[in-house]
C-alpha cells in the first residue's frame, strides 16, 4: 500500500504556477556515473546526454507527449518554421533570427550544414551515422535556411533531421581536424538556455542560465550534476539533502522516501531494458568466433535455463517486466505479448547435452572434450540492479551445470572493455530514446566496430532488413514489421533480455517541475523553478559568482 501512495502521489501533484520573483535557485542532480565525453557526437552516457541537451539545441524537438510523427506537435529549437518541398525528399529549417551561440555570434544555415557533414563524416566516428543514413546532404539557399535532402520518404524523415543532430558551432570547430576532435575538445560553446560553466572529471558538471538567451533564459540559475562512485552513495545524497533530484530510485526506496516529506516520487513509463550480452566473437582473435558464443544452439540454451520472471521479481518486485526483446513496451510499435525464448530448463538441459556439453552427477559442472563450461560475465558497480542480478544468474546457470565468474568493474572500466569486444559476456543496459531507431545502432551489423555500440558482434542481414523496413513503414503496419524483427533476434540469441523497469524520479518538494517526457525527464529543464519562499541557501549563491 506504501508503493501504490507514492506513485499516485508523484503522478497527481500540481504545482502553483510560478511567480514573477521565482527565477534563480540551484538543482542539484545526483549521478552514479561520470558523463564522460560532452561533445554531442560522441555523447553515450545518459548523464552526457541530460547536460549536453540542455547546452545545445535541436532545429526542433520531440515534444512531452512522445510523438515523433506528428511535427506539428515538436517544439521548437533553433529553427522557427520549416517547409517541405520536392515531392517531400527536400525539407527546408529556417533559422531563428534571433538565435546566438553563447559567445555572442550569430546562428546560421552554415551550422547546420556543417554539423552535419561533421556527423557523416567517417573520420570522427560519431554515433549517429544510422540515424543520418537516409540524409544525402545539406545545402544553404540563404544565411538562414538549411535545407535537407532525403535519399527516400519515411516516416521518420522530420524526426531525423530536426531532432537527431545538436547542432554544433562552425565558426568554433570548422578549422579544427576532424582527427584532433577525438583526441582534444574545445570548451562547449551552445545555444541551449544553459551554458557551461565548470567540470571537474568524476566528480562534478556546472551548468547555468544563459541570461541573454534568444528563447528566454532558464528559471533556474544553474544545475549541477554532483557524480558518486555507486548507486548507494547516489541515493544517500538524495535522502540527506545534498542532492535534489535523482533519477533512478528502485521500489525498496519508497518505503524510505515516507519519512522524508521534503521528497516526492515521479513514476515514468520505463525507457531502460538491461540485458545479458554475449560476445561472439573471440575475445584474443576477432576474426574468430568466440569459444562458446558463436554457437547459436549453445546461446540458445542458456537463454532458455534463465527464469526471467522470477528474476525480475527478486529484483523489482511489480515495478519491471520481462522485455519482449531489445524494445520497450512504451512505443506504440512495440507488441507487449512479443515473447523470447522460454524458460525451459529440460530443454535446455537436453541441448546441452546434443552439444557434447555433458555433466557428471546432478551438481556437477558441465564439459566437453575435458574443458569446463565456464565463462565470465562483467558488470558496471554504477548500476545496483546489474550488481544484484549478477550472483542471481550465477547461480540459476549453477544448477543447470554452468559456472560462471562475476568481474565488478568501474563503469568506465567496463564500457571500455566492452567497447573493445575484450570479454566473454557483459550485463548491459540500454535507454532508447524518442523512437525506437536506437535499436539499429545497437543490435544490427551497422553497430559493429567504428565507435558502434554493437559490443558483442551479433549480425544477422535478415534481422537488419526487417529493421530497416520497420523503420520506414507506416504506423499501420510497423507494429507487425517490428514484431518478425524482434522474432528473429530473439531466435538468434545474442542476448538475454532480463528486466524492463519502470523509471521512478526522486525530487525535492521545493522543486516544481513541468510534464516530462517518458525518455527524458529533463525535456524541460529550463522550465523548472522553486519558488522564492522556498529557496535553501545553496539557492541564494549569486549567478554571476
Not at 249 to 264: I, Q, T, V
Not at 328 to 349: I, K, M, N
Request: aromatic share 8%; with cysteine.
Amino acid at each position: 500500500m506504501v508503493l501504490a501512495f507514492f506513485f499516485v502521489a508523484g503522478c497527481t501533484e500540481r504545482a502553483p504556477g510560478p511567480g514573477h520573483a521565482d527565477t534563480g535557485g540551484t538543482v542539484v542532480v545526483s549521478a552514479t556515473g561520470d558523463p564522460g565525453s560532452l561533445f554531442p557526437p560522441f555523447v553515450v552516457s545518459l548523464e552526457g546526454k541530460e547536460i549536453t541537451e540542455q547546452i545545445y539545441d535541436y532545429l526542433a524537438d520531440v515534444g512531452a507527449d512522445l510523438n515523433t510523427a506528428d511535427e506539428k506537435g515538436y517544439r521548437l529549437g533553433l529553427a522557427d518554421r520549416w517547409r517541405w518541398m520536392g515531392d517531400s525528399l527536400e525539407l527546408a529549417f529556417h533559422i531563428n533570427p534571433l538565435a546566438k551561440w553563447h559567445d555572442g555570434r550569430d546562428v546560421t544555415a552554415r551550422d547546420v550544414q556543417f554539423t552535419f557533414a561533421l556527423n557523416k563524416n567517417p573520420a570522427l566516428g560519431g554515433r549517429l551515422g544510422t540515424e543520418l543514413a537516409n540524409i544525402d546532404s545539406v545545402t544553404v539557399t540563404d544565411s538562414l535556411t538549411a535545407v535537407f535532402w532525403f535519399h527516400q520518404r519515411s516516416p521518420t524523415q522530420f524526426l531525423d533531421a530536426a531532432a537527431q543532430m545538436l547542432i554544433l558551432p562552425a565558426h568554433q570547430l570548422e578549422k579544427i581536424p576532424v582527427s584532433a576532435l577525438r583526441e582534444s575538445l574545445p570548451s562547449p560553446i551552445g545555444t541551449g538556455r544553459f551554458r557551461m560553466r565548470n567540470r571537474d572529471n568524476g566528480a562534478s558538471v556546472e551548468i547555468v542560465a544563459d541570461t541573454s538567451n534568444f528563447r528566454g533564459r532558464a528559471r533556474l540559475n544553474r544545475v549541477i550534476w554532483s557524480v558518486s562512485p555507486d548507486y548507494t552513495a547516489a541515493v544517500t545524497k538524495l535522502f540527506g539533502g545534498d542532492a535534489d533530484v535523482f533519477d533512478g530510485l528502485h521500489p525498496e526506496d519508497l518505503s524510505k522516501l515516507a519519512g522524508h516529506p521534503n521528497l516526492r516520487s515521479i513514476p515514468l513509463p520505463g525507457m531502460d531494458y538491461a540485458f545479458l550480452r554475449f560476445n561472439l566473437r573471440d575475445p584474443a582473435n576477432k576474426s574468430r568466433p568466440h569459444p562458446l558464443f558463436g554457437d547459436r544452439d549453445l546461446r540458445r540454451a542458456i537463454t532458455m535455463s534463465l527464469n526471467r520472471a522470477t528474476l525480475v521479481r527478486s529484483l523489482l518486485d511489480t515495478f519491471a517486466l520481462v522485455p519482449v526483446g531489445p524494445i520497450v513496451r512504451a512505443y506504440a510499435v512495440t507488441d507487449p505479448h512479443g515473447e523470447q525464448l522460454p524458460f525451459d530448463s529440460v530443454r535446455a538441459s537436453q541441448l546441452l547435452d546434443s552439444l557434447g556439453w555433458l555433466r557428471r552427477g546432478a551438481e556437477g559442472t558441465r564439459a566437453k572434450n575435458g574443458k569446463p563450461l565456464s565463462f565470465s560475465i562483467i558488470i558496471p558497480t554504477n548500476s545496483k540492479n546489474r550488481v544484484r542480478t549478477g550472483p542471481l544468474l550465477q547461480e540459476q546457470l549453477r544448477r543447470m551445470g554452468i559456472q560462471v565468474q562475476l568481474e565488478l568493474l568501474e563503469r568506465n572500466t567496463e564500457n571500455d572493455r566492452e567497447s573493445k569486444g575484450a570479454f566473454d559476456a557483459a550485463l548491459g543496459g540500454w535507454t532508447m530514446g524518442s523512437s525506437p531507431d536506437g535499436m539499429k545502432g545497437a543490435w544490427t551489423s551497422q553497430g559493429i566496430g567504428n565507435h558502434g555500440v554493437n559490443y558483442g558482434s551479433y549480425r544477422n542481414p535478415r534481422f537488419d532488413a526487417l529493421v530497416d523496413s520497420a523503420l520506414k513503414a507506416d504506423p499501420s503496419v510497423a507494429r507487425e514489421k517490428f514484431t518478425k524483427a524482434i522474432a528473429v533476434i530473439n531466435d538468434d540469441a545474442p542476448a538475454v533480455w532480463l528486466y524492463e523497469p519502470r523509471k521512478i524520479i526522486g525530487v525535492n518538494r521545493r522543486i516544481r517541475t513541468t510534464k516530462m517526457r517518458p525518455d527524458a525527464w529533463w525535456f524541460d529543464l529550463a522550465e523548472w523553478y522553486i519558488p522564492s519562499t522556498e529557496l535553501l541557501p545553496r539557492d541564494r549563491i549569486p549567478l554571476s559568482r
